[in-house]
């Protein structure tokens, strides 16, 4: 229902199949047969570098919650200073 006034709203909707064979023939069109390859090509390297970029940041996390883990917190301990004498002897002469 929602999605409904929304499309009717902004006039929007998923294109269907003539459309995106329009689409294909207009980007043909436009970009030529020898510019798709070359244009894909520097997509998927560049989806690639995204993902090893995201996989290396999500490594990075882990690795920073298991060092965490794996640390233990640090204990405070007191100590009560004890009281010293100092004992001399002395000899005869």
């Known amino acids: 229902m929602f999605s409904h006034f929304l499309q009717c709203l902004f006039?929007?909707?998923?294109?269907?199949?003539?459309?995106?064979?329009?689409?294909?023939?207009a980007v043909l069109i436009l970009f030529g047969g020898k510019k798709i390859p070359e244009f894909m090509r520097g997509l998927g390297r560049g989806m690639r570098e995204?993902?090893?970029?995201?996989?290396?940041?999500?490594?990075?996390?882990?690795?920073?919650?298991n060092e965490s883990k794996e640390t233990p917190t640090p204990t405070v301990t007191?100590?009560?200073?004890t009281a010293t004498t100092n004992t001399?002897?002395?000899?005869p002469q």
Do not use: H, R, Y
Request: no cysteine; proline share 5%; glycine share 8%.
């Open 11 to 25: 006039l929007l909707s998923a294109p269907g199949g003539s459309e995106w064979i329009l689409i294909i023939l």
């Open 50 to 65: 995204f993902n090893d970029a995201k996989n290396n940041v999500k490594k990075e996390f882990e690795e920073g919650m």
């Open 78 to 81: 007191t100590t009560t200073p």
């Open 88 to 91: 001399t002897t002395t000899t």
